[in-house]
């Protein structure tokens, strides 16, 4: 089974802090994907990785900036948070073969930003 | 306006009901059609794609593609309790692997 983990389900930071989250998939897959939830809104893509060291911006990117060091791992970092950074972050993984790509969600963050 | 739209609901079905969900995309060259299931508090979870037009079925899902209208359905044939939860119609564009969901529908089943 695909297993995509969140390194926290709920974690709480205050204003200005920079914050990491932290995301681990274990089915070698290239394309690696970071979204956020809020209700009414939907998911939207903050950021997304197609290889090592690559990334691109997704739909709401500011206040944000990733890293993917290693293929199997991809970070969200909020440089300095702030309140409207409050929400569910999930990350997602996929590969690249195939007619379809299915993506693979982990558990979710639950972020709030006091 | 929305690239993929769904109507937020609640859907409210009785037990043992169809349900019907319907999703719209503005993206011609869109390839391929993802349903996901969401309880509350959980992640989503694939429970049906499609890529060709017209009905393709599994167990009691059966998703509906028209590329023509743009226009993508899930249909919930005896549906259960715990078949409530929020419905994420998501679309992969024409290149790259990008999904752009739609704002979920939220469907009821009462017993």
């Known amino acids: 089974d695909v297993k995509v983990t969140q390194s926290s389900r709920y974690l709480v930071k205050r204003t200005g802090e920079k914050v990491f989250l932290e995301c681990v998939q274990d089915?070698?897959?290239?394309?690696m994907f970071w979204y956020r939830q809020d209700p009414g809104l939907g998911l939207r893509l903050i950021y997304f990785s197609y290889d090592v060291k690559m990334k691109e911006k997704g739909d709401i990117p500011e206040g944000y900036s990733v890293s993917r060091e290693k293929k199997e791992r991809f970070s969200l970092i909020l440089e300095s948070a702030s309140t409207n950074q409050t929400s569910m972050y999930l990350c997602?993984?996929?590969?690249?073969?195939?007619?379809?790509?299915?993506?693979?969600f982990g558990p979710g963050t639950r972020l709030t930003v006091l | 306006q929305k690239e993929v739209e769904q109507n937020s609901g609640p859907l409210s079905v009785p037990e043992g009901a169809i349900a019907s969900l319907n999703c719209t995309y503005s993206?011609?060259?869109?390839?391929?059609f993802f349903w996901y299931r969401q309880y509350s508090g959980k992640s989503p979870e694939l429970i049906m794609f499609?890529?060709?037009?017209g009905d393709k079925e599994d167990g009691r899902f059966t998703a509906q593609l028209n590329k023509a209208s743009q226009y993508v359905s899930l249909l919930i044939r005896d549906s259960q309790p715990s078949d409530s939860a929020t419905y994420l119609c998501?679309?992969?564009?024409?290149?790259?692997?990008?999904?752009?969901f739609g704002g979920g529908t939220r469907v009821l089943v009462k017993p």
């Open positions: 997602a993984s996929t590969s690249t073969l195939g007619v379809y790509n299915e993506q693979f």
């Open positions: 993206d011609r060259g869109s390839q391929s």
């Open positions: 998501a679309v992969r564009g024409a290149a790259g692997n990008k999904l752009t």
């Open positions: 089915m070698d897959h290239e394309n």
């Open positions: 499609i890529y060709s037009n």
